[in-house]
């Protein structure tokens, strides 16, 4: 089995940052791309930034600049660093990760998501 868990979400103002932390543990022999999306309130979950193996990032237009994707193999961990955050950045975090449990099974493993509200 695999857990992965989000951590370091809350309530900030505007201008603020946080950092979002995700660690994956269990059965795990290999995670390849690792990925942060978000959910706001009645919208669909959207990509925010993905890092893949070679440490290259995509982001989200909306989060360029402002935020930071990165990730520790050794601890099965991946990070989101965010900064100048807006209102419009509130929403429940969830992070992805793509394991290889063994035996050539690899899938997609998410979080249970976590709250990051700006507000004044």
């Known amino acids: 089995q695999v857990q992965v868990v989000e951590s370091g979400g809350g309530l900030v103002q505007p201008g603020g940052s946080l950092k979002l932390s995700c660690a994956a543990s269990?059965?795990?022999?290999?995670?390849?791309?690792m990925g942060w999306y978000r959910q706001a309130p009645g919208k669909q979950r959207e990509v925010v930034a993905t890092i893949n193996t070679g440490h290259n990032t995509i982001y989200a237009d909306s989060v360029k600049g402002r935020f930071s994707i990165s990730r520790d193999d050794a601890k099965k961990m991946v990070f989101l660093q965010m900064n100048s955050l807006k209102p419009e950045d509130t929403a429940v975090y969830y992070c992805n990760l793509r394991i290889d449990v063994g035996l050539a099974d690899v899938g997609d493993y998410w979080g249970q998501g976590i709250q990051v509200t700006v507000s004044s």
């Open positions: 269990g059965n795990i022999i290999t995670t390849y791309a």
